[in-house]
């Protein structure tokens, strides 16, 4: 019998001689019989959202034909007492759950149940119960070329709820559902899902605003082309590996990723690009005030140094921000594109490293933008 399950007893000798002396034969024979609460034989988790988790479980009543009293507690455990609900799966004649009555002051509710008639009757019992904790993570590895990736899925449960779990069903809502027994304040990681050749884009981006170099991301395209897609991507944290010219894997880094709908892309920064050389200078910076006082322009002339140490050519987003007002780029030595109305980003291929030559080439590149505000 689990903790928080209880029945009242009522076959002691004593309080039956007290019953039959106290009521009339008709009485007797109408008198509600209190029914023992069986071991459940099923037993199912559906992590829902939040903290907040389905339990369902099945278990088989032995009825008397009329009126029963169905017993249900749940003392020290951290079930939502409103949610609790009775259903019939299974009898040998009709059986209606006639209503449910709460005692004051108890982590208890009793269902008065009406059977035709006497025999075994399968029911389940669903409740909502919290403190049973859920997290995601995910394992990455690269390939030595960065150009596909393998990822592990995992789940971890973690049971808070004061109660022990012998042979429970968990349903993740993906990947692959697990059994296992789980007892208060146990946690147990499973792996869930695992895709395999993964193909994978990489980027560099320069943000100034991040600091001096270039931050290194992998791009995930949560999408059945992209041999996945087969359910939303959980928010949770990503360890990446690169497996490296002798096979074994090396650490590169880790980072939280977000949420991913299928059809959308997750990011993961894997670390700065050190052997990229960027300077971004501000070289022209004039106001003309020729509207009036309150209205004035603006034209900022930016020029971008850069200098690639890599052995392979590469493409770098540079990713720039603007004031509020109205804004245009006049003139660009690269290709741009409007994010929004503060943020830019501008794509500029940087050519390898040529490994005969003394110095690594320098790129340069500028953009102008013009804009006006009121003073």
Known sequence: MQPFTRIRMT???A???FLLLAVS??????RIKLVTLPDRDKITMQLCRGDTTLVEEQRVLNLKRGENLIDFAWQ???????SVQIRIVEAGGTVNVLNVSYPPGESALTWEVNCEKDGPVLVRISYLIQRFGRDYSYLVTADN????LTIRCYTTVKNWTGERFADLMVKLGFGSDFTTDLDNLEARKRLSAKFLKIPVRKDYTFDHQWGEYARMFYHIENTKANRMGTFALKSGKARIYIKDSKGEEVFLGEDWGAATPRGE?????VGLARDI???RKIMENINFNHRGRSLHDNRKVFLFEIENFKD???TLQLKEHFDGGEWKITKSDMDHEILDTENATFSVKLPARQKDAEEVKKITVQYTVESYNIW
């Open 11 to 13: 076959l002691a000798i």
């Open 15 to 17: 309080l039956a001689a």
């Open 25 to 30: 034969p008709r009485d007797s024979q109408a």
């Open 76 to 82: 020290n455990t951290s079930i939502d007492g409103s």
């Open 145 to 148: 070329k960065e150009t596909e």
């Open 265 to 269: 892309t997750m990011d993961l920064f």
């Open 277 to 279: 050389k960027i300077k």
């Open 312 to 314: 392979q050519e590469i």
